[in-house]
């Protein structure tokens, strides 16, 4: 009996855990300086070589911009069965603030992110939050628009540049204000849609710079923000 609950204790922990092995990947040095890692799938003599990363992406090489190929034997960590070894690494999720330049094409203002948020999975997909505003001084009168606004999304990374991009198409609420002479003025609710990207930088794991051109369009009026800021990954 002993025997037998000794045994099935170590098979539940094999099915959990997978223990740390060596793994060889190739690597494929390019003429350019860059170096890409992963798993050669495919050879054509003397033409191309296409090579998979560990995070999917796909890249196909013309054998002229390739100096020379190696092989890479690493140590990889015990994980959990079902997890590849990068999992977990992609951090798409993240929470911005970035202002910067607008512009309704007649005037040039203020553009404000005060929450941008987007949660997804590892392979991208997932939605986005976007809390922000608009502001416009012409003639010592301020015209603002704050806009709350939700919608899909989809992130990936552009490998080379080590840039993680996240496209969206969101749609929600805007309330446009007038303001002079102290005196306030809203306006009646207004539908609002959004197309953007969100790039963003990486200055550590988990603090990013962000660069976000985004073009609304609020009550049929389009608008374009080019905005600049900070996010937090995980």
Known sequence: MRKVL????????????????????????????????GNITEQVPGQSITIETADGNVFVLSIEDVSKITKETEATKAVKVGKSPAEGKNRYS?????????????????????????????????????????????????????YLLVGPSYSHLINMLNIKATYRALV???????????????????????LGATLRFAAHKRFNFVLAPDVLLIDGEPALNVNAGFAFSW
């Open 6 to 37: 000794i045994f099935t204790v170590f098979m539940i922990f094999s099915s959990v855990f997978l223990f740390s092995q060596n793994v060889t990947r190739d690597v494929v040095h390019l003429k350019n300086g860059s170096v890409i890692k």
């Open 94 to 146: 993240y929470f911005s603030l970035n202002l910067g330049v607008a512009t309704d094409f007649d005037h040039v203002g203020l553009g404000l992110n005060l929450l941008e948020l987007n949660l997804a999975t590892q392979r991208g997909l997932g939605g986005t939050l976007k809390w922000g505003a608009n502001s416009y001084l012409v003639d010592e009168v301020s015209y603002g628009t704050g």
């Open 172 to 194: 929600g609420y805007a309330v446009p204000s007038v303001t002079y002479d102290g005196k306030k003025t809203t306006g009646d609710g207004l539908l609002a849609f959004n």
